[in-house]
């Protein structure tokens, strides 16, 4: 049985057009385009976990729990992105939202919880 072509870039670094196409949304924000994106997708300001300095990263939240208010975003590439690795040593500076503005309370979720919202996704 033959392997699909690139598929092993699932688990390391996507290949250099993809990464692009990914930095698109960064950029809708950079401009004060983020509205654009609709209500599908966040940008986060994390802390460096080394530096120190403020990263910003945008993902695409896998549910909006409106009653608590709560944004679930899911690591793609499991817990060796160093986003996740930067959230788990420090908690997340910021978080906007189309034009809306605020700081998270953050917490990770129990196994129970990602598998129900694995499944509802």
């Avoid at 993902?59 to 959230?87: P, Q, S």
């Amino acid at each position: 049985m033959a392997a699909a072509p690139h598929a092993g870039w699932l688990t390391s670094r996507p290949p250099r057009a993809l990464r692009w196409a990914l930095r698109l949304p960064s950029t809708h924000y950079r401009l004060q385009l983020g509205w654009l994106l609709g209500h599908r997708f966040l940008l986060l300001t994390h802390r460096g976990r080394r530096t120190g300095r403020a990263h910003q990263t945008v993902l695409e939240f896998v549910c909006h729990k409106r009653r608590t208010d709560e944004y679930i975003v899911a690591a793609g590439w499991g817990g060796r992105v160093g986003r996740y690795r930067n959230l788990l040593a420090n908690p997340a500076l910021a978080i906007r939202i189309g034009r809306r503005h605020f700081t998270p309370v953050q917490r990770f979720l129990t196994t129970a919880e990602v598998q129900a919202i694995l499944r509802g996704y």
